[in-house]
């Protein structure tokens, strides 16, 4: 029967793959020749191959990246304004009536970049705007893939203060928003996908979840990649919004992978200086959660900071980041998981 499953899985997504390959064949003509119509009807049709809910998410990974290769070639297309004769306000009007939604927004993400990049519309604008209509797509696969290709074309044009997209002094605010904001759905969708099926597959579940794992842990990192993102900003706006998404969404396998990606992408001078907000949120983390292995690594992260200058000492002293550990594992020793 297993057998089965994995030659059917074949069989769709060479189904698929074809399908992108046929359409892309017609899209690369209209291409060569600037019709612009034909080239949006054709490359609509390739991203319906995406509309796919058969395969798994290794699977569907090796149809997305077909599909994204082919955007690609289509974004090029979009930035010369002179080939199409279309404005980048009007196509970006324009795609929005492609007939299906998933399609219609992997389009609609591709003339974004161009736009953002065009500076006919503020960045922040168009970046809301887009975030915001990612939600219609509501399949756990189907949306993370989706989100993770508007944080791959957005992570460039993103209003940082050290960046050409920066606008009025909000924006760096602005650039945090739109990427916690994509954290957050995706993370959603992410835990979403344990609810499917029966509970008797939980083990191939959790191995698929994980499977996805860093495309939601990728948007801490870009996080932690935002020059405007200060301690003051770290501390009072990003770690808590990030901390609440994880502790709200009640579950083992994405608190345990958040909480660690935290510890890894963040600077150790911001862990030692939010310590208390950071060890507050381990006792409110699922009972199953490995914590003490959590607590060890951002121990072991925050003794090679110490060790690498004298001058930090003063800092851990001051912050009473020992007395804070010990705290801190006295409460995990009552949240360690059963053998």
């Given at each position: 029967m297993i057998g089965d499953g994995?030659?059917?899985?074949?069989?769709?997504?060479?189904?698929?793959?074809a399908g992108i390959q046929h359409n892309a064949f017609?899209?690369?003509?209209?291409?060569?020749?600037?019709?612009?119509?034909?080239?949006?009807?054709?490359?609509?049709?390739?991203?319906?191959e995406l509309r796919t809910s058969r395969l798994s998410p290794h699977k569907y990974y090796e149809l997305y990246m077909r599909a994204f290769d082919e955007l690609r070639k289509l974004?090029?297309?979009?930035?010369?304004?002179?080939?199409?004769?279309?404005?980048?306000?009007?196509?970006?009007?324009?795609?929005?009536?492609?007939?299906?939604i998933l399609p219609r927004l992997y389009l609609l993400c591709t003339v974004g970049s161009v736009y953002i990049k065009s500076k006919d519309a503020p960045a922040k604008d168009v970046l809301k705007d887009l975030v915001e209509m990612c939600r219609a797509v509501q399949h756990?696969?189907?949306?993370?893939?989706?989100?993770?290709?508007?944080?791959?074309?957005?992570?460039?044009?993103?209003?940082?203060?050290?960046?050409?997209?920066e606008g009025d002094a909000?924006?760096?605010?602005?650039?945090?928003?739109?990427?916690?904001?994509?954290?957050?759905?995706?993370?959603?969708?992410?835990?979403?996908?344990?609810?499917?099926?029966?509970?008797?597959?939980?083990?191939?579940r959790d191995k698929e979840r994980n499977e996805l794992r860093d495309l939601v842990g990728k948007n801490l990192h870009v996080l932690s990649q935002i020059e405007g993102v200060d301690l003051d900003m770290y501390k009072d706006t990003v770690l808590p919004r990030v901390l609440e998404q994880v502790v709200n969404c009640k579950d083992e396998l994405a608190q345990y992978y958040l909480m660690d990606c935290i510890i890894q992408v963040f600077p150790d001078e911001y862990h030692l200086q939010?310590?208390?907000t950071l060890l507050g949120a381990y006792p409110q983390l699922q009972p199953t959660v490995d914590i003490k292995t959590v607590l060890?690594?951002?121990?072991?992260?925050?003794?090679?900071?110490?060790?690498?200058s004298p001058e930090v000492l003063p800092e851990f002293l001051q912050v009473e980041a020992f007395a804070k550990f010990s705290s801190a594992i006295g409460k995990a020793s009552f949240n360690v998981p059963p053998e």
């Open positions: 994995i030659e059917d899985e074949d069989k769709w997504l060479a189904e698929g793959i017609y899209m690369h003509r209209a291409l060569d020749s600037d019709n612009l119509r034909e080239a949006l009807k054709f490359s609509a049709q390739l991203l319906s974004e090029i297309f979009f930035k010369e304004e002179d080939r199409h004769g279309c404005s980048i306000p009007d196509l970006y009007e324009l795609v929005q009536h492609a007939g299906n756990p696969i189907r949306g993370l893939f989706l989100r993770s290709y508007l944080a791959q074309v957005s992570r460039d044009k993103l209003p940082d203060i050290v960046s050409e997209y909000d924006s760096v605010m602005d650039a945090v928003d739109f990427v916690l904001q994509n954290f957050i759905e995706m993370n959603k969708l992410w835990v979403r996908m344990q609810l499917q099926g029966p509970v008797r597959v939980k083990e191939k939010t310590l208390e060890s690594q951002l121990m072991d992260r925050l003794s090679n900071y110490a060790a690498s």
